[in-house]
């Protein structure tokens, strides 16, 4: 058990129960009260919001989390299957931890989980990646008189919006949070 003064914005607590990640903590002294620290933390599993006022006293438990690099290996069934790049060993992450870049994710990426005491609790893929378009409708000529987009179907199976110049078998990059295509890939 650590005392609040010693938590810091990234921490992860367990806190009513729960993890929780804390995404914002200030230190408050008004006027002629208590001193007081004011934490907005987000629920890891549910992703809810939670406000909180800890006495400077008060004791919380911060979470063990150990963060490490895996490869991205295949898909099975509401899970993704990664590996652990120093011991070789496999783990199945649930999908829903990866949010809405999962979709992008290919054999052999590199991601990023998080697990405390042996249970992942956070998962990220690359910021950006670099998918081949399998798919897009030809370009019309003389269609280029503003930032004209056309839809394109990349290796994972997902279709976003490119520019009217990129053709079938280009390499794209695709910002994984959003899906939005960045720059075509030399």
């Known amino acids: ?5 010693e938590v810091k914005s990234g921490n992860v607590l367990r806190f009513n129960g729960e993890l ?3 995404e914002e903590y200030i230190h408050r002294t008004p006027g002629n009260l208590r001193a ?6 987000r ?4 992703g809810k919001l939670v406000e ?10 911060i979470a063990r989390v150990e963060t490490s690099d895996y490869q991205y290996l295949y898909d099975e069934g509401d899970y993704f299957v990664v590996m652990d790049n120093n011991s070789y060993e496999q783990f199945n992450i ?4 990866f949010g809405n870049s999962a979709r992008f994710l290919k054999e052999g990426m590199n991601v990023v989980v998080a697990f405390e005491s042996d249970e992942p609790i956070m998962a990220s893929a690359p910021k950006n990646v670099e998918l081949e378009i ?20 990349v290796e994972t199976g997902v279709e976003i919006n490119v520019p009217l110049f990129i053709n079938q078998g280009d390499k794209v990059k695709i910002d994984t949070a959003t899906g939005d295509y960045i720059e075509r890939v030399k």
Request: glycine letters at 2%; hydrophobic letters at 35%; zero cysteines.
């Open 36 to 41: 007081f620290y004011q934490a907005r933390m």
């Open 134 to 153: 399998t798919y897009s409708e030809p370009a019309v000529k003389g269609d280029t008189s503003t930032n004209a987009l056309k839809k394109a179907t």
């Open 52 to 61: 909180y006022r800890f006495r400077v006293d008060e004791s919380v438990e």
């Open 20 to 22: 929780v990640t804390v």
């Open 94 to 97: 649930p999908k829903f931890l």
């Open 1 to 5: 058990m650590a005392k609040a003064s």
């Open 43 to 46: 629920n890891v599993k549910t």
